[in-house]
């Protein structure tokens, strides 16, 4: 029973527009969210994540945006480079479970020059 | 310098073997996991250890058999190796046993079986 998901596999943009990647989720228990990128043969990277408290996070190009009520959230990535083409994880994760990650199958980014 | 290290990148063995991966992190973290990623790209947990305690005991058979002999270090055994055992593995470790902490991936131990 797969309680993060993301339905996109993939996702073409043009250099300097931008990438919306998208995350659904069903556990309302949930209260922290985060962003991973996965290179080929790489492990994933953190990149961001948001707490429950708040809906929207910065970090540079990078924002994450949190709807509780639709259980959805977003990472927006402007203006978006070539080198941000890669596979975007989202993940979640509830107190009270430890440090137990719920992972998305992925979104697969190109990011065309 | 690599946080999280796993050894060997790439394991190709017949069915039935026992084989170990090993993984070791140097970012003093407390915490270490063990992830499959499927076939379908699914990113689901199977152990978590913190200080040497198993603290996560996903639905794995037990074939699987994970060992930390400190908590820099958390080695994955599996016997009897089967055709479903195909997938990447993944280590990860973090600070503490909090559920707002990002984990640090290495880079995957890719598990054929012939």
């Known amino acids: 029973d797969q309680q993060v998901k993301q339905n996109s596999p993939s996702l073409s943009v043009q250099e300097g527009r931008i990438s919306i990647l998208n995350c659904d989720y069903t556990?309302?228990?949930?209260?922290?969210f985060l962003w991973y990128k996965k290179y080929p043969a790489e492990g994933p990277t953190f990149l961001i994540s948001?707490?429950?408290?708040?809906d929207k996070n910065e970090d540079g190009r990078f924002t994450v945006f949190l709807n509780k009520s639709a259980k959805h959230l977003s990472l927006h990535i402007v203006p978006s480079q070539p080198g941000d083409s890669a596979v975007y994880f989202c993940?979640?994760?509830?107190?009270?479970?430890?440090?137990?990650?719920?992972f998305g199958t992925g979104t697969s980014l190109t990011v065309i020059p | 310098d690599t946080a999280v290290s796993q050894t060997p990148k790439y394991l190709v063995t017949q069915m039935g073997n026992d084989k170990s991966i090993k993984c070791e992190q140097n970012?003093?973290?407390?915490?270490m996991y063990w992830y499959k990623q499927d076939s379908k790209k699914f990113l689901k947990i199977m152990f978590s250890?913190?200080?040497?305690?198993?603290?996560i005991n996903e639905t794995v058979p037990n074939r699987f058999s994970p060992k930390s002999p400190d908590k820099a270090h958390l080695n994955l055994h599996i016997n009897s190796l089967e055709l479903g055992d195909s997938a990447v593995y993944f280590c990860?470790?973090?600070?503490?046993?909090?559920?707002?902490?990002?984990?640090?991936f290495g880079d995957g131990t890719r598990l054929s079986i012939l």
């Open positions: 990860a470790s973090s600070q503490g046993q909090v559920y707002n902490q990002p984990q640090h």
């Open positions: 556990n309302s228990m949930f209260d922290y």
């Open positions: 948001i707490s429950s408290i708040k």
């Open positions: 993940a979640a994760s509830a107190r009270g479970t430890g440090n137990q990650f719920y």
């Open positions: 970012l003093g973290h407390d915490t």
């Open positions: 250890y913190n200080n040497k305690e198993l603290i």
